[in-house]
């Protein structure tokens, strides 16, 4: 029997405003810029962050938040997630309460590079070496410049506006689930409450992002049990230890036909040129 899904509110805000700027000609123009609004998470009415959001999904991004700090453990724990942009908060209900939450929440928090304060709780740091990550997910040549090719020519919010930050869920070059928001880790928090509303597991999933690869970003997909992660940016020093360590497969500098793999070689299936031009 499939677990109890929560109720969601569909709260919904422009994504951009219009403003007058001036280009180097000194002519005046009208240009879109991305919304950025306060959301305060609240579960059982005790406040647990407030995180700054673009606001395109932001029941999924609470979901994801909950998921990826360890804070509810099911899906079926949670009764309803309700966000009231009048007073730019995100009231989540569990369903019998959630142990030992004021404790679990005082703890010491690493804030990591993620762009607008990400945070991850210092216990995740431990949990992350026992993440269940499938050993046999591949990605080919082809399935790679197919996941790029679609991702260039997806509609998106920073073609129009600039200035946020996209995360998707492809399964081979499949899309899955796209998602943009001011912070890369509010795009891959809502990515991962995506998955988890709809029950659906890391194994034969790639994670991109056009952000770098941090270590927030590694750890968070990793629990998330996605073992292949693509950046149109780069890779930093712990994002790369970490993922070497549990054998996550990480391509990054992805624009058109040029990549770098830094991570796990085994998870790439290499094709000839002439064979994918072909």
């Known amino acids: 029997m499939p677990p109890r899904v929560p109720q969601l509110s569909q709260a919904r805000e422009a994504l951009t405003r219009g403003v007058r700027v001036r280009n180097e000609f000194g002519e005046t123009q009208e240009a879109q810029i991305p919304a950025e609004r306060p959301l305060?998470?609240?579960?059982?009415?005790?406040?647990?962050?407030?995180?700054?959001?673009?606001?395109?999904?932001?029941?999924?991004?609470?979901?994801?938040?909950?998921?990826?700090?360890?804070?509810?453990?099911?899906?079926?724990?949670?009764?309803?997630?309700?966000?009231?942009?009048?007073?730019?908060?995100?009231?989540?209900?569990?369903?019998?309460?959630?142990?030992?939450?004021t404790q679990r929440t005082a703890g010491r928090r690493v804030v990591t590079t993620g762009c607008g304060q990400g945070t991850v709780y210092a216990s995740l740091m431990d949990e992350v070496d026992n993440a269940a990550l499938d050993a046999e997910t591949r990605?080919?040549?082809?399935?790679?410049?197919?996941?790029l090719d679609a991702m260039r020519l997806h509609d998106s919010l920073y073609k129009s506006a600039g200035s946020v930050h996209g995360c998707a869920l492809f399964e081979g070059s499949?899309?899955?689930?796209?998602?943009?928001?001011?912070?890369?880790?509010?795009?891959?928090d809502a990515i991962s409450?995506?998955?988890?509303?709809?029950?659906?597991?890391?194994?034969?999933?790639?994670?991109?992002?056009?952000?770098r690869l941090t270590s927030e970003m590694v750890i968070k997909c990793a629990l998330m049990g996605v073992s292949?992660?693509?950046?149109?940016?780069?890779?930093?020093?712990?994002?790369?230890?970490?993922a070497e360590r549990l054998?996550?497969?990480?391509?990054a500098r992805c624009t058109n036909r040029h990549f770098l793999q830094y991570t796990a070689p085994e998870r790439f299936v290499a094709e000839p040129l002439e064979r994918l031009s072909a």
């Open 40 to 101: 305060t998470l609240y579960l059982d009415k005790q406040e647990l962050v407030t995180l700054m959001t673009v606001g395109a999904a932001p029941e999924l991004l609470a979901l994801g938040y909950l998921r990826n700090q360890r804070l509810v453990h099911s899906i079926a724990d949670i009764a309803s997630v309700q966000v009231d942009w009048e007073v730019e908060a995100c009231s989540i209900t569990s369903r019998s309460g959630i142990a030992d939450l």
């Open 174 to 188: 499949r899309l899955l689930m796209f998602t943009e928001d001011v912070g890369r880790h509010n795009a891959v």
């Open 139 to 147: 990605i080919s040549q082809g399935e790679l410049y197919a996941l």
């Open 193 to 211: 409450g995506w998955m988890w509303l709809h029950g659906v597991g890391g194994q034969g999933k790639v994670f991109y992002t056009t952000g």
């Open 247 to 251: 054998g996550i497969a990480l391509f």
């Open 228 to 242: 292949i992660l693509v950046s149109r940016s780069g890779v930093t020093q712990m994002g790369y230890d970490i």
